[in-house]
Structures are given as structure tokens and as C-alpha cells.
């Protein structure tokens, strides 16, 4: 799946130089598409953008919007023994440690730590179901009709899907926040250790931000089941665009 986000003042250059007439077509390999103006949310492209597929941890867009609106940012998380023992990518929390929300959400989207991620929901949401209940409220908000979210960090389960299209609006609404805007750009990130002397240090995963010209975020992701998923963002002068990408293979 891909999609460009950003101002539709931009679309002409997707691809190369030169006016919209002249403009090449928008393609992709991916196996679903979608192209949505920022500004105004409105989607200017599609393929196959209604076809429900697993998100992976692009899911992890939704648990940082979810968590920067309904938490507070300096409360501190208390690790859990479910958080501490969830599989897949992990920043390696220990259990009962504590650690600011906010920093959490870093190591959340820079490593897409699953840890970090239901440690979030725990804490925000009461519990992972209850945090869930809040996603789809969320979800129902934004408009995004072909989505279902079952848990916080996009782990396959059944009943937990998304589209393009809904994935599109989703990140367009998510980067006019600006706490979501700046954390998903962060190259590098340190944070306080406080089983060790030395700080936590993250490097993003979204490679995105150093082969891109102009890129400023979003997130990655990958299981077995989903394959290889990707939201991308970019700037270039006064037209804010990106890319939203999610496809197999």
C-alpha cells in the first residue's frame, strides 16, 4: 500500500519537476494505495485504498495520537509484567521500571517497541482491552469506516485491520498535532536509564529520513502475517506531502 500525504499544492512534483500537466502518473508495486492532502484531509489517489489488510505497527500511529490527546506526557508509567513479557520489537524495559509517558512514546515510534507500546495502553486506557475501546472510538472520530483495532502495538490478531484510505486520514490527522509532528522526525533520541549509568539511546528505525529528501516521518512495520508496512511523510519548501506506504513482500 502507499500513500502520499501533504498539500495538494505539491502533487504535481511526485515523481519529478514540472506542472501538473506534465506531472507522471502516480504508481506503485504496493499492494494497496493512497494519496491524501494533509491540509484538508482529502484523499487525491487510490488503489485498492479500501482493501482491509493487517497494519503491523503502523498500528502504533494510532496508540501515539490515542495517547498524546488522553494522557498527560509527564506522568510516570510503571512497567507491568505484560509489558515486560510482550514478544516482537522491544526498547527493553525492565519490569517495574518507570518512565515518563512521553518518553515512552518515543521509544514507542523511533523502535517500535511492543514493551513500550502496552506499557502505554496500561496506563492511558486502564488496560490493553480498554485502550483498544479508545482506538476505535478514536478511529470512529477521524472517519476511518474500514478499521479495527484490537490492540496497542499491531501484533496479527484477528479482528485488527485497517486500509489504506483509513490509514491515510489517520496519519493526516495525526501530524497536525505538533507533540506526534516532532516525535515521529526524531532521528535520535536519549532518555534516562534508570537501571544503568549510561541514558537510553534510540535511533529510528523509518530509514526513510536519511534516502528521502525532505522526509519527516512516520513509522514502519512488519510481522510474518502483514509483511512489510511503511507511513512516510515528507516536506519540501512550503508543500508539506509524504508518503503512507503498507504492502507485502
Known amino acids: 500500500m502507499v500513500a502520499w500525504t501533504g498539500s495538494g499544492a505539491g502533487l504535481d512534483r511526485v515523481g519529478g519537476s514540472g506542472n501538473a500537466?506534465?506531472?507522471p502518473a502516480v504508481s506503485t508495486h504496493a499492494e494497496a494505495a493512497a494519496l491524501v492532502d494533509v491540509a484538508s484531509g482529502r484523499i487525491l489517489y487510490s488503489s485498492k485504498g479500501d482493501k482491509t489488510m493487517r497494519i503491523a505497527s503502523l498500528t502504533k500511529i494510532m496508540t501515539a495520537i490515542v495517547a498524546i490527546e488522553h494522557g498527560n506526557l509527564s506522568d510516570k508509567v510503571k512497567v507491568s509484567k505484560n509489558a515486560f513479557g510482550k514478544e516482537g520489537s522491544s526498547i527493553y524495559l525492565k519490569l517495574n521500571e518507570e518512565m515518563n509517558l512521553k518518553d515512552l512514546l518515543y521509544g514507542m515510534m523511533l523502535r517500535?517497541?511492543?514493551?513500550?507500546?502496552?506499557?502505554?495502553?496500561?496506563?492511558?486506557?486502564?488496560?490493553?482491552?480498554?485502550?483498544?475501546?479508545m482506538m476505535n472510538e478514536e478511529a470512529r472520530l477521524i472517519g476511518m469506516t474500514g478499521s479495527s483495532f484490537k490492540n496497542p502495538t499491531g501484533l496479527d490478531e484477528t479482528g485488527h485491520y485497517s486500509?489504506?484510505?483509513?490509514?491515510?486520514?489517520?496519519?493526516?490527522?495525526?501530524?497536525?498535532?505538533?507533540?506526534?509532528?516532532?516525535i515521529v522526525k526524531t532521528r535520535v533520541k536519549k532518555a534516562p536509564n534508570p537501571n544503568?549509568?549510561?541514558?537510553?539511546?534510540?535511533?529510528?528505525?523509518?530509514?526513510?529520513?536519511?534516502?528521502?529528501?525532505?522526509?519527516?516521518?512516520?513509522?514502519?512495520?512488519?510481522?510474518k502475517l502483514a509483511k512489510r508496512r511503511l507511513v512516510s511523510s515528507a516536506t519540501r519548501g512550503a508543500s508539506a506531502r509524504g508518503r503512507y506506504a503498507e504492502r507485502s513482500g
Open 21 to 23: 500537466e506534465a506531472a
Open 112 to 133: 517500535s517497541g511492543n514493551d513500550a507500546a502496552t506499557a502505554i495502553a496500561e496506563h492511558v486506557g486502564g488496560s490493553v482491552e480498554g485502550f483498544a475501546y
Open 163 to 182: 486500509t489504506a484510505n483509513d490509514m491515510a486520514k489517520l496519519t493526516a490527522y495525526a501530524l497536525k498535532n505538533p507533540v506526534f509532528a516532532e
Open 196 to 223: 544503568e549509568s549510561w541514558d537510553y539511546t534510540w535511533i529510528n528505525k523509518n530509514k526513510m529520513l536519511s534516502i528521502y529528501d525532505g522526509s519527516d516521518g512516520v513509522k514502519t512495520g512488519y510481522t
